[in-house]
């Protein structure tokens, strides 16, 4: 008999203190029995093994309660047949005396009220029942042969209960005993497939399947499934199939398990009670509203017990459900004693299978959860048997693959199927091992970041215990007061603050924001130097050797500067000034400021405006925003240490302006003499007094800075270099510097000089500021004593090689020639081959104009002139342009197109004017009005020539990629058109500039000094400048002067009687 024991609350006392004993037979008729809660405890402890042992108390609170009724499986792990089957009635004798003996003890446990005598009338009671298939009732009909879905009865039995727990009608066997169905409804099931005698929940989706599963259940056969591994495993977390739906029969393996269904619990039912929604296995209640939705779809939860391997013969019916033929296994019992040295084997590997279990549940605290859930006891489980030891061993790898886990279920020969699931073990292993490292290497660095921090708290407090150390907080304020107590003078205004911010730090707490932005604000409020600044050099002689020792020429900078030094040594006190130098790129405008700041004794703080369109970047942030720091004038004022720096705003002509604000508007106030006293920062937001910075600003063209901000800076004009200029800063700065830089030469310091003289003559030389002492250079060892550059090469790089206005692109052309020069000794001193263009072609180490080819290339500009005959063509005349490279000499063409006769014997065209090489706004109105007072000329000296009347004038300005613009070429276009007209050529040694108006009044232009150094390059002897223009050219160095035919014109006749030779 099977003995299935039914706890319930007792009835008549309804307490816990003792509770009903239901034993069913199997005929399925129940005895009640009353026994203390604490004696079924005890048995229960008795009869259930292993991993039942903690589920009891759950199974006693009601996680498998329907109805108050909670059912135990006595046997959970299952493997084959035994001795104690249900169906195992051949020697009844022997077992109903082993029912009397069983009846005895369970008398002796029990007590007085339930002996021997009544366990044997029930048996007896029982076994008459079983004779009498009346008194059984119809409840239990007979198995067919046929178990699947299809087969099955609409009406449902009594099993099943009212809270959607279904419960097998009957069950017919277990294990080898269960019945051979042919015919079975297939379960497809994902991640692994399932292995006789392991007890398995599984959960299904579709209705159709749920509603077969019932009629199985219901129709008295024992609720017999197939389960088969799909060969796909379908996303069932994103809702795209459910698992137990196929579409093809090649979804399913070939080898699947036969089970029989334990118990089902429904969770669609919108009657069922609350407790009802907890999961049947885990007892885990619903979280929120959606999992309480998705509890409420409509799906069943099984528990399986498999028995035997079974084959896949055909699909019947795809479904769902799925109607499948199998085909059972045969029990595979291993002999030993046929083959020693299988039999040895077969040993081997059990032992390391059971081996490499041991280790797993060691190191991995989930695996051996797995394993005591699984081991069953020892009476039902045999250790020997290889093939059921392989199949424990498969069903514990829950990581392995599922085709790996199914070639364990398909595989027949022992020793293979061991083989492959030690195979899972061991990966389980590995990963077991890497989890434990994992493991080992995380709890390694949280210690010791643990004891790290323990430790610093200890030291923290054993030092504040000591008076060693005081709070963080204590510690920053102390800093601070230090920090100001360093000052000489802080304003009033400013200390209130300071002091405000020290009260407000000392009650927040270290770990709140606006703890970080308060120490964040006092860190930049007592940064900043309040009252320091650096002693001034009031020594002029000493400023002009500094401004000397760097620089040549640049005598109107340094005036202004010796200037200011002036002023200040007389007044006493020293004040800010603007100063803007304005000139083309490579004059030398950001080098001057950083000699300027050295002659005046001032710290030097340097930044660029180039392209900023962000006021913060002048201004600061707001201390609301996160990571909000000052801006650029208190950074200065922080980093240099003192309130009367030299700050250099570097290309002030290329500030930008876009949605985030325009900083020429923000630097109004740095740059005003009036306000910059009070300036304020939006990040201190306290008046600071900038008063004493003196600023220097730079840029290529005064024209692009705008007019409210230009009229706060004092302009410097920096005119480009001539080549007398060119020549002494190249031989004096540029060729010692480059060949320093090269390794050729080296520089001897002061001491160095000195050292030579005795020490009186030291000191002398020491304390003597006002003569310069130009540095001295000597080669390097292994460099040849011959080796130079030539003063006639210097001279060739700068008329065909570098015209620009700087001399950036000459020291280019030198280093080019030093690192040459450098590669050639240290070749010739290897024996290394150059290539042609590299190796020294000249004997003579010493660079010339004969060789300079060799090292630079060939010339760019091979002559001053576009036209070298004199006197030049008809219509063509030259004239003088500033641009930002410097001056340049430009030729203005014209030619005249005269039109054919039309039908009538009339000209056709005449009288229009076409310009090109990409010439400006400007000077194409400069065009017109030149071809305007041209015609008027024209009538004024020959009344009777028509040459603009027939002819199309057709005005270029050469070098058609340059952009030009600017209205300085007036008088130049009306000579050159004039000179058409006349057919009369002008002399090749002319140049002249000036705008025209349209009365013919020839008005002043700027970059004077420019245009004559074109002039000069070029070799005019012959200037014709505009009279307002005098002054200018009077102001230029006399080496520029000499030579020059200077005319001065206030109309457009002068200039004529120049052009055309009538003066």
């Given at each position: 008999?099977?003995?299935r024991t039914i706890i319930a609350p007792s009835t008549a006392a309804r307490s816990f203190s003792s509770c009903t004993s239901?034993?069913?037979?199997?005929?399925?008729?129940?005895?009640?029995?009353?026994?203390?809660?604490?004696?079924?405890?005890?048995?229960?402890?008795?009869?259930?093994?292993?991993?039942?042992?903690?589920?009891?108390?759950?199974?006693?609170?009601?996680?498998?309660?329907?109805?108050?009724?909670?059912?135990?499986?006595?046997?959970?792990?299952?493997?084959?047949?035994?001795?104690?089957?249900?169906?195992?009635?051949?020697?009844?004798?022997?077992?109903?005396?082993?029912?009397?003996?069983?009846?005895?003890?369970?008398?002796?446990?029990?007590?007085?009220?339930?002996?021997?005598?009544?366990?044997?009338?029930?048996?007896?009671?029982?076994?008459?029942?079983?004779?009498?298939?009346?008194?059984?009732?119809?409840?239990?009909?007979?198995?067919?042969?046929?178990?699947?879905?299809?087969?099955?009865?609409?009406?449902?039995?009594?099993?099943?209960?009212?809270?959607?727990?279904?419960?097998?009608?009957?069950?017919?066997?277990?294990?080898?005993?269960?019945?051979?169905?042919?015919?079975?409804?297939?379960?497809?099931?994902?991640?692994g497939p399932v292995f006789p005698g392991v007890l398995t929940p599984i959960s299904i989706y579709d209705k159709k399947t749920?509603?077969?599963?019932?009629?199985?259940?219901?129709?008295?056969?024992?609720?017999?499934?197939?389960?088969?591994?799909?060969?796909?495993?379908?996303?069932?977390?994103?809702?795209?199939?459910?698992?137990?739906?196929?579409?093809?029969?090649?979804?399913?393996?070939?080898?699947?398990?036969?089970?029989?269904?334990?118990?089902?619990?429904?969770?669609?039912?919108?009657?069922?009670?609350?407790?009802?929604?907890?999961?049947?296995?885990?007892?885990?209640?619903?979280?929120?509203?959606?999992?309480?939705?998705?509890?409420?779809?409509?799906?069943?939860?099984?528990?399986?017990?498999?028995?035997?391997?079974?084959?896949?013969?055909?699909?019947?019916?795809?479904?769902?459900?799925?109607?499948?033929?199998?085909?059972?296994?045969?029990?595979?019992?291993?002999?030993?004693?046929?083959?020693?040295?299988?039999?040895?084997?077969?040993?081997?590997?059990?032992?390391?299978?059971?081996?490499?279990?041991?280790?797993?549940?060691?190191?991995?605290?989930?695996?051996?959860?797995?394993?005591?859930?699984?081991?069953?006891?020892?009476?039902?489980?045999?250790?020997?048997?290889?093939?059921?030891?392989?199949?424990?061993?498969?069903?514990?790898?829950?990581?392995?693959?599922?085709?790996?886990?199914?070639?364990?279920?398909?595989?027949?020969?022992?020793?293979?199927?061991?083989?492959?699931?030690?195979?899972?073990?061991?990966?389980?292993?590995?990963?077991?091992?890497?989890?434990?490292?994992?493991?080992?290497?995380?709890?390694?660095?949280?210690?010791?970041?643990?004891?790290?921090?323990?430790?610093?708290?200890?030291?923290?407090?054993?030092?504040?215990?000591?008076?060693?150390?005081?709070?963080?907080?204590?510690?920053?304020?102390?800093?601070?007061?230090?920090?100001?107590?360093?000052?000489?003078?802080?304003?009033?205004?400013?200390?209130?603050?300071?002091?405000?911010?020290?009260?407000?730090?000392?009650?927040?707490?270290?770990?709140?924001?606006?703890?970080?932005?308060?120490?964040?604000?006092?860190?930049?409020?007592?940064?900043?130097?309040?009252?320091?600044?650096?002693?001034?050099?009031?020594?002029?002689?000493?400023?002009?050797?500094?401004?000397?020792?760097?620089?040549?020429?640049?005598?109107?900078?340094?005036?202004?500067?010796?200037?200011?030094?002036?002023?200040?040594?007389?007044?006493?006190?020293?004040?800010?000034?603007?100063?803007?130098?304005?000139?083309?790129?490579?004059?030398?405008?950001?080098?001057?400021?950083?000699?300027?700041?050295?002659?005046?004794?001032?710290?030097?703080?340097?930044?660029?405006?180039?392209?900023?369109?962000?006021?913060?970047?002048?201004?600061?942030?707001?201390?609301?925003?996160?990571?909000?720091?000052?801006?650029?004038?208190?950074?200065?004022?922080?980093?240099?240490?003192?309130?009367?720096?030299?700050?250099?705003?570097?290309?002030?002509?290329?500030?930008?302006?876009?949605?985030?604000?325009?900083?020429?508007?923000?630097?109004?106030?740095?740059?005003?003499?009036?306000?910059?006293?009070?300036?304020?920062?939006?990040?201190?937001?306290?008046?600071?007094?900038?008063?004493?910075?003196?600023?220097?600003?730079?840029?290529?063209?005064?024209?692009?800075?705008?007019?409210?901000?230009?009229?706060?800076?004092?302009?410097?004009?920096?005119?480009?270099?001539?080549?007398?200029?060119?020549?002494?800063?190249?031989?004096?700065?540029?060729?010692?510097?480059?060949?320093?830089?090269?390794?050729?030469?080296?520089?001897?310091?002061?001491?160095?000089?000195?050292?030579?003289?005795?020490?009186?003559?030291?000191?002398?030389?020491?304390?003597?500021?006002?003569?310069?002492?130009?540095?001295?250079?000597?080669?390097?060892?292994?460099?040849?004593?011959?080796?130079?550059?030539?003063?006639?090469?210097?001279?060739?790089?700068?008329?065909?090689?570098?015209?620009?206005?700087?001399?950036?692109?000459?020291?280019?052309?030198?280093?080019?020639?030093?690192?040459?020069?450098?590669?050639?000794?240290?070749?010739?001193?290897?024996?290394?081959?150059?290539?042609?263009?590299?190796?020294?072609?000249?004997?003579?180490?010493?660079?010339?104009?004969?060789?300079?080819?060799?090292?630079?290339?060939?010339?760019?500009?091979?002559?001053?002139?576009?036209?070298?005959?004199?006197?030049?063509?008809?219509?063509?005349?030259?004239?003088?342009?500033?641009?930002?490279?410097?001056?340049?000499?430009?030729?203005?063409?014209?030619?005249?197109?005269?039109?054919?006769?039309?039908?009538?014997?009339?000209?056709?065209?005449?009288?229009?004017?076409?310009?090109?090489?990409?010439?400006?706004?400007?000077?194409?109105?400069?065009?017109?009005?030149?071809?305007?007072?041209?015609?008027?000329?024209?009538?004024?000296?020959?009344?009777?020539?028509?040459?603009?009347?027939?002819?199309?004038?057709?005005?270029?300005?050469?070098?058609?990629?340059?952009?030009?613009?600017?209205?300085s070429a007036g008088v130049t276009m009306v000579t050159a058109m004039l000179s058409l007209a006349l057919d009369r050529p002008?002399?090749?040694?002319?140049?002249?500039?000036?705008?025209?108006?349209?009365?013919?009044?020839?008005?002043?232009?700027?970059?004077?000094?420019?245009?004559?150094?074109?002039?000069?390059?070029?070799?005019?002897?012959?200037?014709?400048?505009?009279?307002?223009?005098?002054?200018?050219?009077?102001?230029?160095?006399?080496?520029?002067?000499?030579?020059?035919?200077?005319?001065?014109?206030?109309?457009?006749?002068?200039?004529?009687?120049?052009?055309?030779?009538?003066?």
């Amino acid at each position: 008999m099977l003995r299935r024991t039914i706890i319930a609350p007792s009835t008549a006392a309804r307490s816990f203190s003792s509770c009903t004993s239901l034993i069913a037979s199997k005929h399925g008729r129940i005895r009640f029995r009353e026994a203390p809660l604490q004696h079924h405890l005890s048995k229960a402890t008795y009869n259930l093994h292993g991993p039942f042992l903690p589920s009891l108390s759950t199974c006693i609170h009601g996680n498998f309660f329907r109805g108050g009724v909670h059912h135990t499986q006595n046997r959970p792990f299952f493997f084959g047949s035994s001795d104690n089957d249900d169906d195992n009635d051949d020697k009844k004798g022997k077992g109903d005396k082993s029912k009397k003996d069983k009846s005895k003890d369970d008398g002796k446990d029990e007590g007085k009220d339930d002996g021997e005598n009544n366990e044997k009338d029930d048996n007896e009671q029982d076994e008459k029942d079983s004779n009498n298939p009346a008194k059984t009732g119809d409840s239990e009909p007979s198995p067919s042969l046929n178990n699947s879905a299809r087969y099955k009865q609409s009406t449902h039995s009594s099993n099943t209960s009212a809270g959607n727990v279904f419960l097998p009608a009957s069950r017919l066997g277990f294990g080898d005993q269960a019945p051979r169905y042919p015919h079975l409804m297939a379960l497809p099931v994902i991640r692994g497939p399932v292995f006789p005698g392991v007890l398995t929940p599984i959960s299904i989706y579709d209705k159709k399947t749920i509603e077969a599963i019932e009629k199985i259940m219901s129709g008295g056969s024992g609720g017999y499934l197939g389960l088969f591994l799909r060969k796909d495993e379908p996303d069932v977390s994103k809702g795209l199939e459910k698992p137990e739906v196929i579409t093809n029969a090649t979804d399913l393996y070939s080898v699947g398990t036969f089970a029989q269904i334990q118990r089902m619990t429904k969770s669609a039912d919108d009657n069922m009670h609350d407790d009802d929604h907890a999961h049947p296995f885990t007892s885990n209640e619903p979280k929120d509203e959606q999992d309480m939705d998705e509890k409420n779809d409509n799906y069943a939860n099984l528990l399986i017990m498999p028995h035997r391997r079974i084959n896949l013969l055909s699909v019947d019916d795809v479904g769902p459900p799925t109607d499948v033929t199998v085909s059972h296994w045969e029990r595979l019992q291993y002999v030993r004693g046929d083959d020693s040295a299988q039999d040895d084997t077969i040993r081997a590997l059990s032992q390391e299978v059971l081996t490499t279990i041991r280790e797993v549940a060691q190191m991995n605290a989930l695996f051996k959860e797995q394993v005591v859930n699984l081991v069953p006891s020892s009476h039902l489980f045999d250790m020997n048997d290889p093939y059921r030891l392989a199949d424990f061993a498969a069903s514990l790898s829950s990581g392995g693959e599922a085709e790996d886990l199914q070639a364990v279920l398909e595989e027949k020969d022992a020793e293979a199927r061991l083989h492959k699931a030690l195979v899972l073990l061991s990966k389980e292993r590995e990963v077991s091992k890497l989890q434990k490292e994992i493991s080992a290497k995380v709890e390694e660095k949280m210690s010791e970041a643990q004891r790290k921090y323990f430790l610093t708290e200890q030291l923290k407090s054993i030092k504040k215990e000591l008076g060693m150390e005081k709070d963080d907080k204590d510690s920053l304020i102390e800093k601070y007061r230090k920090k100001l107590s360093e000052y000489p003078s802080i304003p009033e205004e400013i200390n209130e603050t300071i002091e405000s911010e020290l009260d407000k730090l000392s009650t927040l707490e270290k770990n709140s924001s606006e703890f970080n932005v308060t120490r964040s604000y006092l860190d930049w409020l007592t940064n900043i130097p309040w009252g320091v600044t650096t002693e001034e050099n009031f020594d002029i002689s000493d400023a002009r050797r500094i401004l000397d020792q760097d620089h040549y020429g640049m005598d109107e900078v340094k005036e202004t500067i010796l200037q200011f030094i002036a002023v200040g040594k007389l007044k006493g006190t020293v004040q800010g000034k603007i100063l803007c130098l304005a000139g083309p790129p490579g004059t030398g405008k950001t080098s001057i400021a950083e000699s300027v700041a050295l002659a005046l004794g001032r710290k030097f703080f340097r930044f660029s405006v180039g392209g900023m369109s962000d006021v913060s970047e002048i201004k600061g942030h707001r201390r609301t925003y996160v990571g909000a720091m000052p801006g650029k004038i208190i950074q200065c004022l922080k980093s240099t240490g003192s309130t009367n720096p030299l700050v250099l705003i570097d290309e002030i002509d290329k500030l930008g302006k876009d949605f985030r604000g325009d900083p020429a508007s923000a630097l109004l106030e740095v740059l005003d003499p009036g306000q910059n006293s009070t300036f304020r920062d939006h990040f201190i937001d306290e008046p600071v007094d900038i008063s004493k910075v003196l600023f220097m600003c730079t840029a290529n063209e005064i024209d692009r800075i705008p007019g409210p901000l230009l009229d706060r800076m004092e302009i410097i004009r920096l005119s480009g270099y001539d080549v007398p200029e060119k020549l002494e800063i190249a031989e004096k700065y540029l060729v010692p510097k480059s060949m320093v830089s090269s390794g050729l030469m080296v520089k001897e310091s002061l001491d160095e000089q000195q050292s030579e003289d005795n020490d009186t003559e030291k000191e002398v030389a020491s304390t003597d500021k006002s003569s310069y002492t130009e540095p001295v250079y000597h080669l390097t060892e292994k460099v040849p004593d011959s080796l130079s550059i030539g003063r006639s090469a210097l001279e060739s790089l700068v008329r065909w090689y570098c015209r620009e206005a700087g001399v950036r692109n000459l020291a280019k052309k030198i280093d080019k020639i030093t690192r040459l020069l450098s590669l050639q000794v240290v070749a010739e001193e290897e024996g290394a081959k150059l290539t042609e263009k590299s190796s020294r072609q000249s004997d003579t180490w010493h660079v010339s104009s004969d060789n300079l080819h060799e090292y630079v290339g060939k010339p760019i500009f091979t002559s001053d002139r576009l036209y070298e005959k004199d006197p030049l063509p008809h219509g063509i005349v030259m004239g003088l342009a500033w641009t930002s490279m410097g001056g340049s000499a430009l030729y203005v063409e014209t030619q005249g197109i005269k039109r054919g006769l039309d039908p009538e014997g009339k000209p056709r065209g005449g009288g229009t004017l076409k310009a090109t090489g990409q010439l400006g706004d400007v000077m194409k109105e400069s065009t017109q009005i030149a071809y305007t007072v041209a015609r008027a000329r024209l009538a004024e000296i020959a009344h009777n020539n028509d040459f603009f009347d027939v002819t199309d004038i057709h005005m270029h300005v050469p070098e058609g990629a340059t952009p030009k613009d600017g209205p300085s070429a007036g008088v130049t276009m009306v000579t050159a058109m004039l000179s058409l007209a006349l057919d009369r050529p002008i002399k090749s040694d002319l140049a002249m500039t000036g705008e025209v108006s349209l009365t013919g009044k020839v008005l002043a232009v700027g970059g004077i000094k420019e245009k004559v150094m074109a002039a000069r390059r070029a070799g005019i002897k012959t200037i014709v400048l505009p009279e307002d223009c005098r002054r200018d050219f009077e102001e230029l160095p006399d080496y520029l002067k000499d030579g020059l035919d200077i005319n001065y014109a206030t109309d457009y006749s002068n200039v004529f009687d120049v052009a055309f030779g009538l003066n």
